[in-house]
């Protein structure tokens, strides 16, 4: 049984003929190992909340790849958000404690969950074969959720013409706890192997709620769109079987991503175990298995406090296997999974990562050898140069976190999708990191400018291109005009204001900028990018 009613709904339309209709309306899908009932709206968008994809990655299960849910007899409820998992943030030190501690310490769980939205009739019955969005949340790998996500805002953009999928993965610690042995007793990159797991969930199951897998789209902004990249990279670019076909990055996040057993990867496994007072345990891996989820939660949110200011510990390594190599190497040698691609940046990326109180001592060539511990003076003086010319030195530190971190992989991405990738330009002022995501996800946050024109031309570029794999082909007219791709003269859409009326219209990229980010690529192995 893939779709039917609830089994008590002739009872109900028995007791209270009133109630019979609402009864009748609501959706459950079978899934073989689970029956969930979702609910509908009465703007006729079904939606299922705290699907399980995967087992409770508790007790044995932590630190190891994700594993399929447990069989469950009855109708489960798919009506309220779930848990989402343990939450950290950024790093708040204004020095960072990496370069000189090599050998210094300091000293829900179940939370694999999904959300799907598609468009119906008041009866829940799902539509047939419809293009797919799978969202990854952002959150620097250590914080965010899927709840925060409502698929009604897309699907609208889309002329109801996709289903949603919005998935949630292990973070901080629980997600990318790194060291050889993890490697020997566990799995790297568990939160990475748990979207993957959701992208397979999606492959065989999202027919039952009208999507067609062999047109799905994968979408995050942020560390969400770092994901999307580590999905992009995985396996060598030859995942099996196909799990998306196109690819989206709303600011692309590529921090440090160090090999597994690099010496920074080290140094957060130790401290980890220090503070679960683990260090004499004749198996540390079992002994942090043991230790009580909040006492380790306690651990997460120190080590990643305690990080430099404006950076995230606990991120995706190289792990040789799901992740094989640097994924500036993957994306140079065109290593990737996926047909088509949209990327799109903001104009000022890096300036909610750096402590905008210390203008009066910033000093570029400082800065990145605090961002990037492996540089030496060389490579910190060429960044002086490069970034001399660039207003105060405080902007200078801020153009060298957005460039590096967020900027310049974006086109290394495009890059990879020579003649199959579109680039955007997100410029509304401030035009800073995560302000663009409201004009796309307006439950969670309204746009500050109301436009409708803008808004419009805005949102509906990612749900074309995911239903047609090109922007140019549009779910409705907008203002956008024709949108080159990538390969040709390194074309951008740039969406702006000026005086309250939008101005979204193509430009060329700066040849500069592209200057820059040809530095950052010749010390990735530095940088560990």
């Not at 989820?293 to 950076?311: E, K, Y």
């Not at 799109?344 to 750096?354: A, L, P, Q, S």
């Not at 801020?398 to 974006?410: D, L």
């Not at 439950?443 to 990612?462: G, V, Y």
């Amino acid at each position: 049984m893939i779709f039917a009613r609830h089994p008590l709904s002739k009872i109900v339309c028995v007791a209270a003929a009133i109630l019979c209709a609402a009864a009748q309306s609501t959706p459950v899908i079978d899934l073989g190992y689970a029956q969930y009932q979702g609910t509908v709206s009465t703007a006729n968008i079904s939606q299922f909340l705290g699907i399980r994809y995967a087992a409770a990655p508790i007790g044995d299960l932590r630190f190891r790849a994700p594993q399929p849910p447990a069989n469950v007899t009855g109708v489960q409820q798919a009506t309220v958000e779930p848990n989402q998992c343990f939450q950290a943030s950024n790093g708040l030190s204004p020095t960072n404690p990496l370069e000189t501690r090599a050998t210094e310490v300091i000293s829900t769980e179940d939370c694999l969950f999904l959300n799907v939205f598609y468009p119906s009739d008041s009866t829940g019955t799902p539509p047939a074969n419809l293009p797919v969005i799978v969202w990854i949340h952002g959150g620097g790998y250590l914080a965010g959720q899927a709840s925060a996500y409502n698929g009604a805002d897309v699907i609208n953009q889309s002329n109801r013409g996709v289903v949603i999928v919005a998935i949630q993965y292990r973070l901080g610690v629980f997600g990318f706890l790194p060291g050889a042995k993890v490697k020997a007793n566990g799995a790297l990159n568990a939160g990475l192997l748990d979207q993957d797991f959701a992208l397979r969930w999606v492959n065989k199951n999202i027919v039952k709620f009208g999507g067609d897998p062999l047109k799905v789209t994968i979408w995050g902004e942020s560390a969400g769109a770092g994901s999307v990249l580590q999905q992009v990279v995985a396996n060598g670019g030859k995942t099996k079987p196909q799990l998306f076909r196109s690819a989206i990055t709303s600011s692309t996040f590529l921090p440090s991503q160090y090999k597994y057993n690099d010496r920074i990867p080290e140094l957060l496994f130790i401290e980890i175990v220090t503070q679960a007072n683990c260090t004499t345990a004749a198996n540390s891996m079992a002994c942090l298995r043991a230790v009580d989820a909040n006492s380790l939660q306690t651990s997460n949110t120190q080590i990643n406090n305690d990080g430099f200011w404006g950076t995230f510990l606990f991120v995706p390594v190289v792990d040789g296997t799901f992740i094989r190599q640097r994924p500036t190497l993957s994306l140079l040698e065109a290593k990737v999974n996926g047909e088509a691609l949209l990327a799109v940046t903001n104009t000022f990326e890096g300036t909610d990562f750096v402590d905008q109180s210390t203008g009066a001592t910033a000093n570029a060539t400082q800065y990145a050898l605090n961002l990037f511990p492996d540089f030496g003076p060389a490579q910190a003086d060429k960044v002086g140069a490069l970034y001399a010319g660039l207003g105060t030195p405080l902007f200078q530190e801020n153009a060298i976190q957005g460039e590096s971190i967020f900027i310049c992989p974006t086109y290394f991405l495009l890059n990879a999708f020579n003649g199959r990738s579109f680039k955007g330009e997100f410029s509304i002022p401030p035009g800073l990191h995560a302000n663009d995501v409201a004009y796309y996800w307006p439950t969670l946050s309204t746009p500050a400018f109301q436009n409708t024109e803008f808004i419009n031309a805005f949102a509906q570029s990612f749900t074309s291109f995911a239903i047609s794999q090109d922007p140019n082909i549009k779910v409705s007219a907008t203002i956008t005009p024709k949108w080159s791709k990538w390969a040709v003269g390194h074309a951008e859409m740039n969406f702006n204001e000026t005086a309250g009326v939008p101005e979204v219209q193509p430009v060329k990229t700066s040849d500069a900028l592209l200057e820059r980010c040809q530095f950052w690529d010749s010390v990735g192995s530095l940088t560990a990018q």
